[in-house]
């Protein structure tokens, strides 16, 4: 990705202060998180192929710093040969809340998968249980008594009695809070959302699954509240009955929807084993009809997306992989857009189960059209700026040029007679610089060797039959990319030094040069002619010029000269 122009907001957020286009073509790539660097890679590639918009949300890591970012890009209009796309990078960090960036549904909700072996009277826990409790020597696997056995006393005969009750198949599922005990001898609050996941062909249950939520920080704040409340009061207030009743609220609320899909050895179709209450709420499904036909649970899915969705669903269930997709939901008659994700493993007798979570995200999508619809905005207002900076600089290229030359010409052809070689003269360098400014608007991602060859071609023709050699040795300009404007000012500087040798220098040779030194860009132009003093030559009208063309860019340039020839140095920076 070459950048042609930069505002000076994207200058701030990358951190740098370089308005060098090459420079920053190669910063943008570097700056990307190593983790999104391959998907950000083909995702510009795909869309340059098939000239389609980009959106990407990912990470820059600038100055050590994290960055969550969006990158909005819009390909050319048909028929722009130059392929310039308009873009719009915004820095999201500060809106994006850190459990937002950058996770799937299960870390996003804070969810920990939970399942138990009716056979083998073992608790199985996911790798994600870990992060807030650890099970004696850092096992996964648990009987029931040691599991219970960090149950607070006063929750474990109420969680006995429910895990007893979905063993014998008296409920399908249950929602429970209770207190466990970590390693520090503190205690946590989990919520837990369970059901029967697996039966036996006789309808038995066989295994018992669910998900697992920390909210510990949800019930000391609800702690704090009641604790105030019994001291204003100054009434005996049952803290924990208060929390208790509070129960029901904090469970029914679950942001995600649990469930688990069984594929059984030797089927075609899996199943639907577990639906939470709220699965059944987001997706609008009656779980005695998908019980009854497994097809009913894609019923729910918008018709535009059924097809791609049942495609995707079923080639994680032939291939057995893990399942994400985000789709829309038609429930009611109201759209909603969901995520649905989930995890296989494989039971010892072949079975396969996918224990997932789906998640309603139809607020979030309806923020990010809004923000789609403002960015095509930005874009539109980015491309019009764009444009207006760019002929606002073709414009002042016009002037600076050869219609400052034009001006002093016509000045002088009013001032007297001009001696027809003169007005050739002046007609020439008048030419001469607008061929200058279209190849260098043509070389546009090229780089300097385009432009000065150019210019060497024409300078050959012009001096074929005067007895003077040119010589040119510009193949490192090869390596060297500058930006349209910077490459015409160092073009026109080039010009201007040989046509003043070949008009006052009387040499036989002028020789121009380019060279890379320790990473600047040198151009030299020098001849073996009479040479001038510099003193008295200081005000002259090309040699002012020269100076002033680099000053304006921030190069630096060098003239020597004495009886035996003069030369001209330009130094620019590189990269």
Known sequence: MDFVHASQALLDIL????????????????????????????????????????TWEGRLVVAREVKSVRLDLSPPPSGDLKRIWMGVLQDLTDVKAPQDRF???????????????????????????????????GETNLPSDDWLAKVHPDDASKVRAQVQALERGEVDHYTLLYRRQLEDGSWVWL????????????????????????????????????????????????????LERTAYEITENIRVGTYTMVLKPGDDLAYLGFMSRRFLEITGLEEAEVRADPLRAFACVH?????????????????RLPFREETRLL????????????????????TWIWEGVIQDITSQKVSEQALRRANRDLVQIASAKA????????????????????????LRLRRGAVPVEQAVEIIDDCLADLRLLIDSLDAEGENLWSVLSALSERLDARTRSLPITLEWDIEAAGDIHLPPRDMLQAARIVQEAVSNALRHAGASVI????????????????????????????????????RARAEQRGWQLDIASDSSGTSITLHLEQG
Do not use: C
């Not at 429930?331 to 072949?350: C, F, H, N, T, Y």
């Not at 380019?514 to 003193?535: P, T």
């Open 511 to 546: 020789s121009t040069a380019v060279r890379v030194e320790k990473g600047r860009s040198i151009i030299e132009v020098s001849d073996d002619g009479k040479g001038f003093d510099l003193a008295q030559a200081s005000t002259g009208r090309g040699l002012n010029n020269m």
């Open 191 to 242: 919520r837990v959302h369970a059901g029967i996941s697996e039966r036996d062909e006789a309808g038995v249950p066989t295994a018992l699954s669910g998900v697992i939520f920390d909210v510990t920080a949800e019930m000391e704040e609800r702690g704090r509240s009641a604790a105030e409340n019994r001291e204003l009061r100054g009434e005996l207030y049952d803290t924990q009955l208060a």
């Open 331 to 350: 429930v009611k008659g109201q759209l909603r857009w969901v995520v649905a994700e989930s995890i296989p493993r494989q039971k010892e007798d072949g």
């Open 15 to 54: 951190q740098t202060h370089s308005d060098n286009m090459p420079a920053l073509s190669r910063l943008f790539p570097s700056v990307v998180h190593p983790e999104d660097r391959a998907f950000f890679a083909d995702l510009l590639r795909n869309a340059a192929f098939q000239l389609q918009p980009v």
């Open 103 to 137: 996770e799937s549904v299960l870390d996003a909700a804070q969810a920990y998968t939970w399942r138990r072996d009716m056979h083998s009277g073992q608790s199985q826990f996911g790798s994600r249980w870990a992060r807030f409790a650890k099970h004696d020597n």
């Open 387 to 410: 444009r207006a900076a760019e002929r606002e600089a073709f414009l002042k290229d016009i002037h600076d040029g050869f219609g400052n030359q034009l001006a002093i010409g016509k």
């Open 303 to 319: 018709p535009d997306d059924y097809d791609d969705f049942v495609q995707k669903d079923a080639h994680a269930f032939v291939r």
